[in-house]
Nanobody
Framework: QVQLVESGGGLVQAGGSLRLSCASSGRTFSSYVMGWFRQAPGKERETVATISSSGDTLGYADSVKGRFTISRDNRKNTMFLQMNSLKPEDTAVYYC????????WGQGTQVTVSS
C-alpha cells in the first residue's frame, strides 16, 4: 500500500523559513518523479515544485522560484521542500505526491505565514 506522509509545516512570520518532509512507503520511491503541491483556502490545488527520479531535474512554479528548493534522498525514501523568504500568500496546505499525481492525497501539512 502506497503511503505518503507530509510533515514540517507550522506558523511562521513573513520572511521566515520552513522545511517540509515527505516520507514515502509502499512503492519504489527512487523510480518516480515526485512533486510538492499546495492548496490555499478557496483555491484549486497547484503544483509548487517537481523533481526527477534521480534528483537532477527540478521544476518550480514562478511564484516560488528563487525561494523554494526541492530535493530528495532516495536512500531514505524522503523528499524535502526548503522554503525561504516566506510570504503570506504561501499560506496553504502542502502535499506531496507522485508527478503527475497518481495516489490518493494524504493529510498534508499546514503552512501559515503571518504578515
Amino acid at each position: 500500500q502506497v503511503q505518503l506522509v507530509e510533515s514540517g509545516g507550522g506558523l511562521v512570520q513573513a520572511g521566515g523559513s520552513l522545511r517540509l518532509s515527505c516520507a514515502s512507503s509502499g512503492r519504489t520511491f527512487s523510480s518516480y518523479v515526485m512533486g510538492w503541491f499546495r492548496q490555499a483556502p478557496g483555491k484549486e490545488r497547484e503544483t509548487v515544485a517537481t523533481i526527477s527520479s534521480s534528483g537532477d531535474t527540478l521544476g518550480y512554479a514562478d511564484s516560488v522560484k528563487g525561494r523554494f528548493t526541492i530535493s530528495r534522498d532516495n536512500r531514505k525514501n524522503t523528499m524535502f521542500l526548503q522554503m525561504n523568504s516566506l510570504k503570506p500568500e504561501d499560506t496553504a496546505v502542502y502535499y506531496c505526491n507522485y508527478y503527475p499525481p497518481s495516489t490518493p492525497w494524504g493529510q498534508g501539512t499546514q503552512v501559515t505565514v503571518s504578515s
